[in-house]
């Protein structure tokens, strides 16, 4: 008994993310037009578990919308990963980590380079074929806003 309640220390990882990503995933169901960016981040955020967070998405909507609309949306949403590819984007790797945002745009470090690093998830799943030059270029155009 006591063996069987063991669990991994990425379980408890995984739970979080899972649930983090869940008003991300809610929000996806109810969109109408679906974009890579909105639809990658949901993923990004859930990594791994991401089936799995849009499955207790629609679980969670088919209590207020019903079963049938529910299903509609869960398939549209899901259809719309396999469409572009965003099933492993959660694995993307950034062109830049903190360190060349830091260089890139000569600030300090602290907390304010992460949303740069999320804006650079954000471009990079809007441009899946966008180079390192033009991420610099977008982050560069972002800083000066």
């Not at 949306?73 to 396999?82: G, W």
Request: aromatic residues 8%; glycine residues 6%; contains cysteine.
């Amino acid at each position: 008994m006591k063996d069987g309640l063991k669990l991994k220390k990425t379980d408890g990882d995984t739970v979080v993310n899972m649930h983090r990503a869940l008003p991300g995933f809610m929000d996806l169901l109810t969109q109408q037009d679906l974009t890579r960016q909105t639809t990658g981040l949901a993923i990004y955020d859930a990594k791994e578990c991401w089936v799995a967070a849009l499955l207790l998405a629609s679980i969670l909507f088919a209590e207020r919308e019903g079963n049938e609309k529910a299903m509609v949306c869960f398939s549209r949403v899901y259809n719309f990963v396999a469409e572009h590819d965003l099933d492993n984007c959660w694995k993307m790797k950034p062109h830049l980590n903190g360190k060349g945002i830091v260089s890139l745009l000569q600030m300090k470090p602290g907390p304010q380079v992460a949303a740069y690093c999320r804006e650079q998830i954000v471009w990079m799943l809007a441009h899946p074929d966008g180079t390192e030059a033009q991420v610099q270029q977008h982050l560069l155009e972002f800083h000066d806003e």
